[in-house]
């Protein structure tokens, strides 16, 4: 096989051959069809062989599970509301309550995954090079490169790597690799029951969303996409959602910082410092003497 | 997980259970972001790289502009910056999940990773640092001289050569702790443009009151040189202090966490320290008088600003991410970054 490391020191240095780049590979996550079962989560675990995080009740919600991490690749979100009567008496989801009921609770799912992001800060300031995107175009951690700085944990604006406590290693999903190189598609995607998560090339997953957005907004007039059109700095995510509340109401964030921004100008600010105060020292310390 | 777990009192205003009449605030207890994995020892390696940085910036001008005249100084200097430098490492690659794995850093040069860009950093002004002290201890008179090889060998790398290697990789280590903070997504770190800039004149200013604390102590800093050296540090001094303001007036809503709690605490002795010694820099660079009591006070006062700045800064860095409606309103929609949202 071509890309295969050949064995001897400097033969092992050389540069591997790169697999063909294919189509971009990405996720189009339906908020409105997700029914909570959190069979993403637990296929998720299964394939990946993820540890347990333990019985934590939050008492939040169903949701025991609160974050993306090293051991979560998935996570649905449970978001219940309580809407004002007047507002219910249009809302689908709260038709089947009775008028005696002065609120009426709506229940909104999202299964979140690693985003996958094509400006992908964690990719970008990797130390090691670790972090490489892959010839699906998905952001990957090379486990055997990983030293475990914890930049990318910092980076993220999404919160969603995480250290292990374990192996100390920098973990997040993988979009499956391994099943996408078998031809497979991904462990969540297989085992949605409702296909809340389409798995696909993520040209044909964005015409796909911009049709069911528009067919979602007949009944539920909010309903937009995250991350399927570049945002200004921060630019299009190849795992995008189909929304019906603020990104917040599913701990997303609004507009997501692109950390690297203005980067350069950080730079020269301290070399301006830098060479400005040196400039100073030269000239008092070369004084002559009086 | 105790942020996790719901505040009783919560129930009673809201006779839904888990529901919310605003739905954003079903995640009010989990923040976006994940906690850094960088702590105390990042912030030590903070301090001290930016102490060797400092003194070797300081060794090398007073080298080249002083010759004969700087030359004692410049050798403290010289020594200063090789001792501070020793605990960075071992700080720096303990904090790694993996320390067996530092390597993996220096085994590519990746320029938009300020990370990989400060292990080059380091690597270059440890490597140069480590040389100088070693020409120095080698050279006719000195400890060393009698070693075999080692002189010889050392005789390959000329002064001007290491002081040419060394003088660019020490600002960078200086400046680029400050950077990559920046560079991340914690409101408090990455909102302002100036915290390399405030690190840089902080390393500057520690570097330069190590160098001058190391001279009293062992005389040898003549009473001209004190008042040059009093001198920069009111000009370091000044300058860390326009730099601070300058990061907490552009940090935004964020500017908060530096305030608030232990970074609050830190930062408060971190100024006092600072307007300290730069008020008896500034005095005796004005009097023209030597004072060694006055001079080392002032640079205790200069290292201990210096390390509380740093530590500050990173404890900041961990109340921000914990703190979600701050990040949330840092991550609104801006000039340049109008996100995704609803109609």
């Known amino acids: 096989m071509a890309h295969e490391v050949k064995p001897g020191i400097w033969e092992g240095m050389k540069l591997m051959d790169a697999r063909p780049k294919g189509d971009a590979m990405g996720f189009f996550t339906d908020s409105t069809l997700c029914i909570g079962c959190k069979a993403c989560e637990v296929a998720c675990k299964q394939w990946n062989g993820l540890p347990a995080d333990g019985m934590d009740w939050t ?3 169903y949701d025991n599970t609160s974050t993306l991490s090293a051991t979560t690749w998935r996570h649905v979100t449970f978001t219940e509301i309580a809407r004002p009567q007047a507002e219910n008496a249009q809302s689908p989801t709260a ?44 952001v990957y951690v090379q486990q055997d490169v990983c030293n475990g700085c914890g930049y990318c944990v910092a980076a993220c604006p999404f919160g969603v790597l995480g250290r292990s406590e374990v192996d100390h290693k920098a973990h997040k999903c993988t979009l499956c690799y391994d099943r996408q190189l078998d031809g497979i598609e991904p462990a969540c995607a297989k085992a949605c029951p409702t296909d809340a998560i389409t798995f696909g090339p993520v ?11 528009v067919k979602v907004r007949e009944k539920q007039p909010n309903a937009y996409l995250y991350g399927e059109s570049d945002a200004g700095e921060y630019k299009r995510l190849n795992a995008f959602f189909l929304l019906t509340e603020e990104p917040a109401a599913y701990n997303l964030p609004e507009a997501p910082t692109m950390p690297t921004a203005g980067m350069k100008r950080k730079y020269l600010w301290s070399a301006v410092v830098g060479v400005g105060l040196s400039l100073v020292s030269a000239a008092v310390l070369g004084q002559k003497a009086k | 997980m105790d942020q996790l777990t719901h505040k009783k009192q919560d129930r009673k205003h809201n006779p839904f259970g888990a529901a919310h009449l605003n739905a954003r605030d079903a995640y009010r207890d989990v923040p976006v972001l994940k906690q850094p994995t960088w702590n105390n020892e990042v912030a030590a390696y903070f301090f001290f790289g930016g102490i060797s940085a400092g003194a070797a910036v300081v060794g090398a001008l007073a080298g080249l502009t002083g ?5 004692r100084l410049s050798r403290v200097a010289e020594y200063v910056s090789f001792v501070t430098l020793l605990p960075c490492p071992p700080l720096l690659i303990d904090d790694l999940g993996l320390p067996g794995r530092f390597h993996h850093m220096l085994r590519v040069f990746k320029p938009q990773s300020p990370m990989n860009v400060g292990s080059w950093a380091l690597t270059t002004h440890g490597a140069a640092a480590t040389l100088k002290v070693l020409k120095t201890l080698t050279s006719e008179g000195q400890a060393l001289s009698k070693l075999p090889v080692v002189p010889g060998v050392l005789r390959y790398f000329p002064a001007r050569l290491v002081a040419a290697v060394n003088i660019p990789g020490a600002m960078l280590l200086g400046g680029y702790t400050g950077v990559l903070l920046g560079t991340t997504s914690v409101p408090v770190w990455h909102e302002s443009q100036l915290l390399g800039g405030l690190f840089m004149s902080s390393a500057f200013g520690t570097g330069l009151a190590a160098t001058s604390l190391a001279a009293e102590l062992t005389g040898d800093v003549g009473d001209e040189e004190a008042g040059q050296l009093a001198a920069l540090g009111a000009i370091a001094g000044i300058t860390e202090g326009a730099l601070l303001v300058g990061y907490v007036a552009t940090s935004g809503e964020s500017r908060k966490h530096l305030f608030k709690g232990i970074s609050g605490k830190l930062m408060a002795g971190a100024a006092a ?3 300290t010694a730069t008020a008896i ?17 002032a640079s205790v006062a200069a290292l ?5 700045l740093r530590w ?21 929609p801006r000039d340049g970054s109008p996100g995704w949202r609803g109609a």
């Open chain 1, 59 to 61: 008492g939040r919600s």
């Open chain 1, 95 to 138: 038709a089947g309550y009775g008028a005696d009921n002065a609120q009426a609770v709506s229940w909104l799912f999202n299964s979140d995954v690693c985003k996958h992001c094509t400006s992908a800060p964690c990719q970008i300031v990797c130390p090691t090079g670790a972090l490489i995107r892959n010839e699906f175009d998905d």
């Open chain 1, 203 to 213: 040209e044909e997953l964005r015409e796909m969303a911009r049709n069911r957005v």
């Open chain 2, 67 to 71: 010759g004969a005249k700087h030359k």
């Open chain 2, 273 to 275: 320290c600072l307007l």
């Open chain 2, 281 to 297: 820099e500034a005095a005796s660079a004005l009097a023209g008088k030597h004072n060694k009591g006055a001079s080392s006070l």
């Open chain 2, 304 to 308: 201990a600003g210096g390390a509380l």
């Open chain 2, 312 to 332: 500050a800064v990173v404890k900041a860095g961990h109340a921000s991410t914990a703190d979600r409606e701050g990040t949330l309103a840092a991550m609104r």
